[in-house]
């Protein structure tokens, strides 16, 4: 079936870049998308790239599609720690979306 | 806007009992996702519906169930519930298609003890 995969945790200081890294299966997939979620809440949509599109940015966040490779990455500029959560990455497959396991992204400060 | 709700937030029921889940979606969004999410197994997808139709299922005994009433409003249901049923069951709503952008609720999270 259709798997979608992240690294589980990334480290990086306050201030510096994050790069959260995906890679999925489906090549037919429409849309990808990032979502957060921080502690003890639901998952909030924070952007989404078109799979016709290479790049897409928006304000502190920055995502790249690699088709070829079907590798998907999220940049967040200028690290807070109010950026301290789960990141997860999910392709639409087959008239439903196949989640990550989720990166969980800590801020050292 | 509202965003979508989710009733209850919290839940503590026993193994054998069954449970009722409610998820109210953002005016206008007639597609309503539910998924499962446990440390163990991460976010997983139970089911979608649309127009009172369930369009598409997970992976998931025939225990859970659900079903979408005309104002699009929607419950879960678990019968016969099982400790590992323990988990923060989300719910996200969409206008068309379960593959349109989802928004998702605050999660009810269900301790089965």
């Known amino acids: 079936g259709e798997d979608v995969e992240q690294s589980l945790f990334l480290s990086v200081r306050e201030g510096d870049s994050s790069v959260i890294n995906c890679t999925y299966t489906?090549?037919?997939?429409?849309?990808l998308y990032w979502y957060k979620q921080e502690p003890g809440a639901g998952l909030q949509l924070l952007t989404y790239?078109?799979?016709n599109m290479d790049m897409k940015q928006d304000q502190r966040l920055t995502v790249l599609l690699n088709k070829k490779d079907k590798h998907l990455s999220l940049r967040i500029a200028d690290t807070q720690t109010g950026d301290s959560a789960i990141y997860f990455c999910a392709e639409e497959s087959n008239y439903q979306l196949i989640w990550g396991a989720g990166t969980k992204l800590i801020i050292k400060p | 806007k509202a965003g979508v709700t989710q009733t209850p937030r919290y839940l503590i029921k026993t193994r054998g009992q069954q449970v009722t889940l409610s998820c109210s979606p953002i005016s206008g969004h007639r597609s309503v996702s539910w998924y499962q999410q446990t440390p163990g197994q991460g976010l997983q997808f139970l089911f979608e519906y649309f127009s009172e139709t369930q369009r598409n299922k997970g992976n998931f005994p025939g225990r859970f169930s659900g079903r979408q009433f005309s104002n699009s409003r929607s419950e879960m249901n678990v019968s016969t519930l099982e400790l590992g049923d323990s988990a923060l069951y989300l719910c996200?709503?969409?206008?068309?298609?379960?593959?349109?952008?989802?928004?998702f609720g605050p999660g009810t999270r269900l301790t089965v003890l």
């Open positions: 996200a709503s969409s206008l068309d298609s379960g593959t349109d952008t989802q928004y």
């Open positions: 790239i078109f799979s």
């Open positions: 489906d090549s037919s997939s429409t849309y």
